[in-house]
């Protein structure tokens, strides 16, 4: 069973930086997808960005050109750095892994990103 722990979330002011961190467990973090999903209050869970073993990423619109994924195979570890943060952005963001992009098996329990004055 893979455990996915999230780390780096808080309180920042609109226009600030957070970044972002997800260590997995397991000897198969190098061959799976990992992702970023978020859920704001009243809303469904919504894919972030992606990164594929290989290194090919992908993004929300509503994101791109702020945010990047990136993962660091040796550490078992996968980042998203946050830039320009915006108030839209405050919700609760998940790490997911597994070997198909289409349906994550792996969830972390999730950390709290708050964008306000």
Known sequence: ???LVESGGGLVQPGG???LSCVAS???FS???MGWYRQAPGK???LVARIFGGGSTN???AVKGRFTISRDNAKNTVYLQMNSLRPEDTAV????AGP???NPDHWGQGTQVTVSS
């Open 1 to 3: 069973q893979v455990q």
């Open 17 to 19: 930086s957070l970044r």
């Open 26 to 28: 397991g000897s198969m």
């Open 31 to 33: 061959t799976y997808v």
């Open 44 to 46: 469904q869970r919504e």
């Open 59 to 61: 993004y929300a619109y």
């Open 93 to 96: 963001y998940y790490c997911s």
């Open 100 to 102: 198909s992009y289409i």
